[in-house]
């Protein structure tokens, strides 16, 4: 079974601050790795994915994420952190051993809540 | 990438009535999935919609209360049946595109039983 784990409920940091936000994973296969922004009263946005190449990924408004297969983590992270980077963040897995029914599904983290202090 | 247009964005319902919730695509995705979630906890897993079958549900949910229809590649709905207050929740749709394996989430909709 496939599972994700985001160790912290909050991060705080101030703005203009590095931020990292922690995910780690547990797959039987190969990892495909996900991270999601969510505002509030809305869906949820695709920031970066992980599936193979470089471990450094690259993603959308500034943020990357270092995969690490040893340690099974996809940490979040960003170099200066903005007041508008506030939001409920996902991390999520697809295992791409899993068959059947368990094919194709994402498995999601609790979620983060990230604070951004002016 | 895949846009998910989902609807309605909220709704308030006498409980013992139904909601029919609806995802439109605007391209194919090969697999869509609906999720329910708390407000500000994470996605649970209802079931993944197959196009032309039943639907593949999760542990906890059944067929008679999360009714799914997905008649193409682009569509699917999902039916809450005989509401309770424990069903108020916030319901996502999402498609896989195939390529690249991205996962689009529909804006999600605001359920509140009362």
């Known amino acids: 079974a496939q599972s994700v784990a985001q160790p912290e409920d909050q991060v705080n940091v101030a703005e203009g601050n590095p931020l990292t936000v922690k995910c780690t994973y547990s797959v039987s296969g190969n990892p495909y790795l996900f991270w999601y922004v969510q505002y509030p009263n809305r869906g949820l946005q695709f920031l970066l994915k992980?599936?193979?190449?470089?471990?450094l990924v690259k993603g959308s408004y500034g943020f990357e994420a270092e995969f690490n297969k040893s340690q099974t983590s996809f940490h979040l992270k960003k170099p200066s952190a903005l007041v508008s980077d506030s939001a409920l963040y996902f991390c999520?897995?697809?295992?791409?051993?899993?068959?059947?029914?368990?094919?194709?599904?994402?498995?999601f983290g609790q979620g983060t809540i990230l604070t951004v202090h002016p | 990438s895949a846009v998910i247009s989902q609807k309605p964005s909220r709704d308030i319902c006498q409980r013992g009535t139904s909601l029919t919730i609806q995802c439109q695509v605007d391209s194919q995705v090969t697999m869509m999935f609906w999720y329910r979630q708390q407000p500000g906890q994470s996605l649970t897993l209802i079931a993944t919609a197959n196009q032309g079958s039943e639907a593949t549900y999760e542990s906890g949910f059944v067929i008679d209360k999360f009714p799914i229809s997905r008649p193409n590649l682009t569509f699917s709905t999902l039916t809450v049946s005989n509401m309770s207050p424990e069903d108020s929740s916030i319901y996502l749709c999402?498609?896989?595109?195939?390529?690249?394996?991205?996962?689009?989430f529909g804006s999600g909709t605001r359920l509140t039983v009362v």
């Open positions: 992980y599936i193979t190449g470089d471990n």
């Open positions: 999520a897995v697809r295992d791409m051993g899993a068959g059947g029914t368990s094919y194709g599904k994402l498995t």
């Open positions: 999402s498609g896989e595109t195939g390529a690249g394996y991205g996962y689009t």
